[in-house]
């Protein structure tokens, strides 16, 4: 059976097709909108600009759907729509526009989705799941197979750089604050047992990873890098130089506004689980909301 998966998340929007079975998926097809949907939240709630750019997103994906002929379709919205004021008011806006019901995900769901989908490619015995999104994090450590707990914080990447910062390159002051704000964060986060493994999902992970391999030459089939790694490739954008510049628009240039705030996340709670090692998987929450949601009734 063919399906569809659509996230949609507070920095971009996300459309994969699967041909799965009750037991297996095959990616077929993937699409992705950098919408900014946490640039559209005004006082708390997400704006009507903001509705109308999830909605205009939608239809986009909608249009390619009926172009492959692919029926059966899923949406779901984490802290795009989970983390506003409005959620209620801007889900039945999305939904009677598009004719795609939005189920909206909690935070303790969407780390449980996005482990379950991590450990279906690297099934580690133990350690610390991440996953960096525009508008939140989510932080649950594991062991033999199963979350001990799952939290939440309502800060992400693209959140951190409308707080914190006035140009498109965070000043040394930013920088300062962005790091406190994350001080308070790791305050509320699970206290650290020993020295850590990470496994990371989402888009500032995965914009780490391809930074790392290309500052330090590193094959494009690692998947794994050295907490020493990040905190020399934070080291290296945090300068601001030309350099470092240079390093981000050859690699990603799609984050240039949100990468260093998401490296202040990462950084930071790299040092307070006295991180290791991270390994990025390809699979995240939409590949746990197939075999969780999925492929369970199949």
């Known amino acids: 059976m063919k399906c569809a998966v659509i996230d949609i998340g507070s920095n971009s929007m996300r459309l994969t097709v ?10 077929l097809f993937k699409e992705k909108i950098m919408a900014g949907l946490a640039s559209y939240v005004e006082n708390g709630a997400l704006s009507q600009d903001g509705i109308a750019c999830a909605i205009h997103g939608l239809l986009e994906f909608r ?11 899923a949406v779901f919205a984490t802290a795009s729509l989970r983390n506003v004021k409005n959620t209620n008011q801007a889900v039945v806006a999305i939904s009677s526009s598009t004719g795609f019901p939005v189920e909206v995900l909690s935070g303790e769901e969407e780390a449980r989705l996005g482990y379950a989908g991590a450990m279906l490619e690297f099934p580690i015995p133990e350690g610390i799941f991440l ?60 206290a650290p047992q020993a020295k850590a493994n990470f496994l990371c999902v989402g ?15 590193l094959s494009r089939d690692c998947r794994t890098f050295t907490a020493a790694a990040l905190e020399d490739l934070y080291r290296c954008l945090a300068e601001g130089d030309r ?11 799609e984050r240039i506004h949100t990468i260093l705030p998401g490296l202040v996340i990462f950084q930071r709670l790299s040092r307070h689980f006295q991180a290791e090692t991270f390994t990025v998987s390809h699979y995240g929450v939409r590949e746990g909301y197939v075999c969780q949601r999925i492929q369970k009734i199949m």
């Open 203 to 217: 888009g500032t992970a995965r914009a780490a990873l391809r930074l790392i391999r290309r500052k330090d030459g």
């Open 18 to 27: 699967y041909e799965t079975t009750a037991e297996h998926f095959t990616i």
């Open 243 to 253: 350099a470092a510049i240079d390093l981000i628009l050859k690699t990603t240039p």
């Open 131 to 190: 996953d960096i999104g525009g508008a939140s994090t989510e932080v649950a450590p594991f062991q033999d197979g199963e979350l001990l707990s799952a939290a939440s914080f309502p800060l992400g990447s693209l959140k951190l750089y409308r707080e914190s910062v006035k140009k498109i390159l965070p000043s040394k002051k930013a920088i300062k604050e962005m790091e406190q704000r994350m001080e308070e964060i790791c305050s509320q986060a699970p």
């Open 63 to 73: 249009s390619v759907l009926q172009s492959l002929s692919i029926e059966k379709t």
